[in-house]
């Protein structure tokens, strides 16, 4: 059904494929004008080889074309993908030129698919060294005096390999990986990133400079997230960092600027995405603009992660109410965040939940409320389980223990939205009692790309979806496979407000 939905669009002239900020809404436009919207997941394989099996379907490890092809029908036409550094330079300055290959054509395939692609420098907890991922080993450096990894987090006890000398994982995933961050090491081999100690910082940069020669031709790629939650630094040494905005300014601020200046001398179109420093979740970012300065306003994007911490031992939610609450405050300063910064936003991370219990549905779904309620974009974590072993939630995944898929889950995951607005979005809700989406958009017929609806035909909507459009003059709309296509209809005017219900026929 993908083939018959792409012949739409073939007798258009060819226009290169960028996504941008539109400068004034904030919102993401495409090459044709319409607002885009972005659903996703995250692809992030954290250790050896770095990369998805692509050749063959596995529950754990892949992103085929099978993959791709669940992922598409599922309404998932985004997917968040670990670059990771130890795999693109194994050793200082030498690169992997196999490994960038493998990954530039998982982007091309994804596109292929109709899906974007976020290339992310993924890290948590820096190093191995300190029970994380991310980093290479070469690129680790703690200040000679730094207290010995785990110190002073009491209450650890690590068993060691011989041979790699890390520790290992089976005994770093006993605890909850986020206190590593709380450690004198962590601390310090990060702010020898920061303050470029051993020229760290310059190889990160060197980093982004072979990834985007490598994906810059690449039709579909979104852009770059710079790094992953990055830590404040030597909270040890400067304690100063765990205040509101510190961190930001002192140590991600210069770093951002500096990459996003050698990016582009390569890379002048894709958009940038950028976090704040994960100490500084409940508060205002320090950070002024994007890394680029309001220059670039229109293809900088504000990364940002919303996870209840009130998690049980399985990293599910405890309390509805209290795991809201905490969500909402968090939706909130992110809100106000993008807008001081003056860019886009994109929600890269929540989720990481398990099971199909109440509670989990409920508390996705009132996230992607609040996402619907902003017109915000989101990736979830994760599709698969990629031996991920930083998270507190071991079932994440869109596949259980079993191999078998959590159907209740991805039906939230894939409620009914508009991916593309030939027009300027004014709301947008879905009530999940009714499986119904309510879409009321200004039209602009300048645009000659149709106004593109996602829904789940046989998840969500077995007997069908009834379609309503007012006024009913203003429209007319097709069905192909799970996309409601609307298209102005003759003697319809631009400017014209046009209300889209989808639900389930009767």
């Known amino acids: 059904m993908r083939c018959l ?13 960028q996504i941008k900020v539109d400068n004034t809404t904030k919102r993401f436009v495409d090459e044709y004008g319409r ?76 596109y292929a698919h109709g899906i974007y692609t976020i290339v992310d420098l993924h890290q948590d907890v820096y190093n191995r060294r300190e029970c994380g991922e991310g980093v290479p080993d070469w690129a680790t450096y703690a200040r000679p005096d730094a207290a010995p990894f785990p110190a002073p987090v009491k209450d650890i006890i690590l068993e060691y390999d011989p041979e790699t000398g890390y520790p290992t994982i089976e005994s770093c995933v006993l605890y909850d990986f986020f206190q590593y961050y709380f450690t004198e090491e962590t601390g310090a081999v990060f702010q020898s990133l920061y303050d470029n100690t051993n020229g760290i910082q310059t190889s990160f940069i060197n980093f982004w400079v072979k990834v985007a020669s490598y994906f810059k031709d690449i039709d579909g790629v979104l852009g770059y997230e710079l790094i992953n939650e990055p830590w404040a630094g030597d909270v040890f040494k400067n304690p100063d960092l765990f205040l509101p905005t510190f961190a930001d300014r002192l140590n991600l601020a210069p770093m951002y600027a ?33 890394p680029g300065g309001t220059n670039y306003s229109d293809r900088q994007v504000y990364s940002y992660h919303n996870y209840c911490a009130s998690v049980d031992e399985q990293g599910n939610p405890q309390k509805l109410l209290i795991c809201n609450g ?25 989720g990481a939940v398990s099971g199909n219990s109440t509670v989990v549905l409920d508390n996705l779904n009132y996230l992607l409320d609040l996402s619907y309620k902003d017109a915000q974009s989101w990736c979830y974590w994760q599709f698969k389980k990629y031996n991920d072993f930083t998270t507190v939630n071991a079932a994440e995944a869109f596949y259980d223990a079993d191999g078998n898929l959590e159907m209740d889950k991805i039906k939230v995951l894939t409620r009914a939205y508009p991916q593309a607005i030939a027009g300027h979005l004014n709301s947008m809700n879905f009530d999940i009692t009714y499986n119904k989406l309510t879409l009321e958009y200004i039209m602009d017929k300048a645009i000659t790309q149709p106004t593109d609806i996602y829904a789940n035909m046989a998840m969500n909507y077995p007997k069908g979806v009834k379609v309503a459009i007012t006024p009913t003059t203003a429209a007319d709309y097709k069905i192909i496979g799970n996309h409601i296509f609307i298209t102005p209809a003759v003697g319809s005017t631009t400017g014209t407000t046009v209300t889209v219900t989808v639900s389930p026929a009767v």
């Open 326 to 350: 905490e969500e909402a405050v968090q939706w909130f300063q992110e809100m106000q965040d993008i807008k001081n910064l003056g860019c886009g936003g994109f929600l890269t991370e929540f």
């Open 35 to 110: 607002e885009r919207i972005f659903h996703g997941v995250n692809a992030v394989f954290k250790t050896e080889p770095y990369m998805p099996i692509t050749d063959y379907f596995d529950y754990e490890l892949s992103l085929c074309e099978s993959d791709m092809d669940d992922l598409y029908n599922w309404g998932m036409n985004t997917v968040r993908l670990g670059v990771m550094w130890p795999g693109v330079e194994p050793a200082k300055s030498q690169y992997d030129d196999y490994y960038l290959a493998k990954m530039a054509q998982i982007a091309k395939d994804l």
């Open 258 to 290: 500096a990459t996003h200046d050698a990016i582009r001398q390569y890379d002048d179109k894709r958009m940038i995405f950028f976090e704040k420093a994960t100490v500084n979740i409940l508060g205002p970012t320090g950070l002024s603009s994007g």
């Open 5 to 17: 939905i792409l012949v739409l669009f073939v007798v258009v002239p060819f226009v290169f494929a």
